[in-house]
C-alpha cells in the first residue's frame, strides 16, 4: 500500500539552528501538507502546497519557515532560525484528488534545546 | 471565525457498548466532513467522509452522521473493543479542495 514517507524521524537542534525536514508524498498525489502537533495539543494545519507553489497557510507560518519540492519526489519544510517553541511533532500529508483523504507520515519529532 | 468543537477531552466507555462522539461546528456551513483517527505518537489516519447531502455513513462498526441543522456530526462505535482505544478527529471542508483543519479531538478508552 502506497505510504508518506518522513525522515527524519528524530531530530534535536539548538536554537538558532536551520532544520529541514523531509517528506515523500505518495507518488500521483498532488497536494501536499505539513501540519504541527505540539506535545499535547491539537494537530495544526501550517501550509498546502499545489502546482509547486503554497496554496495556503497559516498564520503560524511565518517567514522562519519554508517549504520545497525540490525534485520530483521530495516535499520539504525548512525552519530557518529555529526556536524553543518549535519543538512539536511534524507531520506531513498528501490528498487522494479522489476521495478527498489525506495520508499522513508517520511524523517528524523536533527536539529544540 | 470558524470554530471546530468536540465533545470532551476523554471519554470512558464499557468494552462492549456504543460510543459515540460529537463534534460541532460553527460560523462556516461545511459541504464535507471527515473523520480520522490519531494514535499517539503516531499521525491521524483518514476513517470516513460524509457530505452534507448524506444525512449517515456507515463502514463496518462506524457510524458518521451529519446534522447541517444542528452544525453537528455524529461518530459512533458499535460493539466498542479496547482497539478502539484512541483520539478521534473532526474536520469539516467548505469544499473537497480546503484545507483540512482538525477539531482538538476526543480521546476515547474503551475500557475491558
Known amino acids: 500500500e502506497p505510504e508518506v514517507t518522513q525522515t527524519p524521524s528524530h531530530q534535536v537542534t539548538q536554537m538558532g539552528q536551520e532544520v529541514i525536514l523531509r517528506c515523500v508524498p505518495i507518488s500521483n498525489h498532488l497536494y501536499f501538507y505539513w501540519y504541527r502537533q505540539i506535545l499535547g495539543q491539537k494537530v495544526e494545519f501550517l501550509v498546502s502546497f499545489y502546482n509547486n507553489e503554497i496554496s495556503e497557510k497559516s498564520e503560524i507560518f511565518d517567514d522562519q519557515f519554508s517549504v520545497e519540492r525540490p525534485d520530483g519526489s521530495n516535499f520539504t519544510l525548512k525552519i530557518r532560525s529555529t526556536k524553543l517553541e518549535d519543538s512539536a511533532m511534524y507531520f506531513c500529508?498528501?490528498?487522494?484528488?479522489?476521495?478527498?483523504?489525506?495520508?499522513f507520515g508517520e511524523g517528524s519529532r523536533l527536539t529544540v534545546l | 471565525s470558524q470554530k471546530i468543537e468536540q465533545n470532551s477531552e476523554a471519554l470512558n466507555i464499557q468494552e462492549g457498548k456504543t460510543a459515540t462522539l460529537t463534534c460541532n461546528y460553527t460560523?462556516?456551513?461545511?459541504?464535507?466532513l471527515q473523520w480520522y483517527r490519531q494514535d499517539p505518537g503516531r499521525g491521524p489516519v483518514f476513517l470516513l467522509l460524509i457530505r452534507e447531502n448524506e444525512k449517515e455513513k456507515r463502514k463496518e462498526r462506524l457510524k458518521v452522521t451529519f446534522d447541517t441543522t444542528l452544525k453537528q456530526s455524529l461518530f459512533h462505535i458499535t460493539a466498542s473493543q479496547p482497539a478502539d482505544s484512541a483520539t478521534y478527529l473532526c474536520a469539516p471542508l467548505m469544499n473537497r479542495d480546503d484545507k483540512i483543519i482538525f477539531g482538538k479531538g476526543t480521546r476515547l478508552h474503551i475500557l475491558p
Open positions: 500529508a498528501s490528498r487522494d484528488d479522489l476521495t478527498g483523504e489525506l495520508f
Open positions: 460560523n462556516y456551513s461545511p459541504a464535507y
